[in-house]
Each structure stands twice: as C-alpha cells, then as structure tokens.
C-alpha cells in the first residue's frame, strides 16, 4: 500500500481511467490511514507518517474525479465509508491533507451523498478557490499541484449548495474559471481541453449567482467576447455551457434564440437506449445468466464486487439463434469498461512504469 501510494504505477493523467481497477481494499486502507492524525509534519522524510497521509488522501481525491462517471467507484466509495471520513479531515493540521478532504466531500456530494452537518463551508470555498487561481497560474497551492479541470470540476461541485455557489460568486473563482477559460481554450494540450470543459461547467452554474451575473456584466465586454467564441465550439459541453450562461445573463440574447429555433427545425429523435438492473442474492447466478444471455460459454466467475455494466445491442429474433449482442469496442473486440482498466493497469505494470501511449502491449495481454 505504501509503495504504491508514494510511488504509484501511473502518472497523474492516465490515472483517471485506472481508478476503477484499484481493489476497494486499496481506497479502504488508503482512507483511514488519512484519519490517523496522531503524527508529526515532517516532509522530508519520505517515508513518515505525513507523508503517507498526504499521498494517501491524494490517491482518494483522484479516485473522486472518477465518481460522476464510474458507478463502480461510486459503490467502492460508500462501501468504504470514504465520504464520512473525508469529510472529517477538513480541519487536519495538515493542510495538504485537509484541502484534500474538501476537494473529495466536493465530488461526493456531487454525486448525491448529503453535504454533512459539520461541512465548513467558508474554509472549502476560499481553499478550492485559492487550488483554482494556482492552477490557472501553473503554480502550487499548500505544495501540490492542482489541475484546472480538477479544481474546475469541484467548484461544479460545489455550486449544487446554495450557500456554497453564493460564496464562490464574490470568492474570486468567476474570475479565475474566465481566465482559465481565455488562456487555454486554443491550446491542443488534452488536460487543458478538459480544464475549460469543466470550467466552462462550472461557470454555467455561477452564473445562477446574482452576484456572479453582475459581475459578468460589468465586464461584459470580455465576457460576451470569449462567450460568443465558446458558442462555435466543436465540444458539446462547452458550447451547452456558453449558451447556457448567456441565457442567465440576457434571456433574449440572439445567439440563444438562434440555436433555440435551430433545435426546433432539427426536431426530436427517439432514445433507443434503456437501463436494466439485474439485482438479486449474492452467489445466485446473476453474472452466468448474462453470460448466458450474451451466448457466451459457461464459466466460474468470482463474485461481483460492487456491480458490473455492460453494453448491449439487441439483434432482430428472426434468426432465432441470438437475442442480444454484445458492444464491442475498437477493431470489433468484446471487452468490459472494468477488463480493459486492469489491462491498462498490467501494461503499465508490465512496460516499467512507462506510460503506454498505444494500445499494442494492452491488446496483447
């Protein structure tokens, strides 16, 4: 646990789409060695105690970037109780660790856990912001390094309370998510596409905020400027988002009522997508009867921890020989979100620490 904490496998960016491939064991022990505040601060030892605490909370708060996206890591995260004892570290003497504590209660409130009674909300917002304005300068906060989209995204985090995104509209992160937004939203760098994306988010709901839309308007010039540019974006998001924020500040606004009425004339299309939850005892055969539904081979398969997903097509029954047919992902291979993260996880185990940049080591364990 300690190795791979202070040394993990993977640097920061690949490191978003392997959370999910880390046993909940890990996330577990990680946690609760962070609520063990019986040390001293001491950096320059690599292998003390607070120094463990601090990559440890670390490695949880880049597991809770995943939660919007991955149900997998949602359950780990209440299996382990991470919320509650995340939420408790806010006021740790360590400041690394408890920056970490708000950035991680952030993304599970998120994601529907409930924002606990003894959130300090003053002390999440000035530290989230303070994390933001660093990121935006390419600088550290509390000695780390913080990403636009991660502060990005626990700022939208952090809009879902009413008291929270009141706090932000005059806190000085409006200002910072525009600049975020202004500097990086030409550069082909991926983690600077993804931090406009989430400040783009972000910035849709501040804008909420009566205070965050005076501010816009006083500096409407810049603002409606970099806005309009958003509007043409080829990202789904980010020209949602623009378009969103325009209509809070000017519901008549002819950028709105254009792509208003271009939505009309497009007219609708039918979802052809739905959910099916398969629940029952464990042991009971869940995993084998979709195996069996998929026409795959019978095989012993290990509990499910926490729940599995899968993605399936559903064929014509004139055959009579197939009901549903697995998606399969690049060059037609079946493959599960869960197998592929642990293939990804070996190859870089396997490739020495190296990041794979192509898919060959990973196709061919």
């Known amino acids: 646990l300690i190795a791979l904490i202070l040394d993990p ?3 920061r960016a690949p490191l978003g789409k392997l959370h999910r ?3 909940p064991s890990i996330l577990t022990l990680g946690a609760a060695e962070c609520v063990d505040a019986d040390h001293p601060v001491d950096d320059e030892d690599p292998y003390s105690k607070s120094r463990v605490r601090g990559s440890a909370a670390g ?4 597991m809770s970037m995943s939660l919007p996206k991955s149900r997998i890591i949602r359950q780990i995260f209440t299996d382990a109780d991470a919320p509650a004892i995340m939420c408790r570290l806010i006021h740790d003497p360590d400041p690394k660790v408890a920056i970490k504590g708000v950035m991680v209660t952030a993304m599970t409130t998120s994601v529907g ?3 606990p009674e003894t959130f300090d909300r003053v002390t999440a917002v000035d530290r989230v912001t303070n994390a933001l304005l660093a990121a935006v300068e390419r600088e550290d906060y509390l000695w780390v390094k913080w990403t636009v ?5 626990c700022v939208a985090a952090l809009c879902k309370d009413v008291e929270c995104r009141r706090m932000l509209a005059t806190s000085g992160a409006l200002e910072a998510l525009v600049r975020a937004i202004s500097q990086f939203k030409d550069s082909d760098d991926a983690d600077d596409k993804t931090g406009v994306v989430a400040s783009c988010n972000a910035l849709s709901r501040l804008a909420m905020e009566p205070d965050a839309i005076s501010w816009m308007k006083d500096n409407e010039e810049q603002v409606m400027g970099l806005l309009e540019s958003l509007r043409h974006s080829e990202d789904t998001t980010v020209k949602s988002c623009a378009l969103a924020t325009l209509f809070q500040l000017d519901p008549e606004n002819e950028s709105v009522m254009e792509a208003y009425n ?3 004339e497009a007219g609708s299309a039918k979802w052809l997508r739905s959910q099916i939850f398969l629940v029952g005892e464990g042991r009971a055969g869940k995993t084998c009867f979709l195996n069996s539904m998929m026409n795959r081979a019978f095989r012993d398969t290990p509990s499910t921890v926490g ?3 899968m993605t399936c097509e559903i064929s014509t029954l004139a055959s009579g020989k197939q009901w549903f047919c697995e998606h399969g992902g690049a060059g037609g291979k079946k493959e599960s979100e869960l197998e592929r993260a642990r293939a990804e996880l070996s190859a870089l185990v396997y490739a020495g620490k190296n990041v794979v940049k192509s898919g060959g080591v990973i196709e061919e364990l």
Do not use: I, K, T, Y
């Open 21 to 23: 491939a880390l046993p």
């Open 113 to 115: 856990h409930r924002w």
């Open 59 to 62: 490695v949880v708060n880049l």
């Open 9 to 11: 496998p993977v640097p």
């Open 262 to 264: 271009m939505s009309l």
């Open 307 to 309: 729940m599995d997903g």
């Open 149 to 153: 989209f991660g502060c990005g995204d």
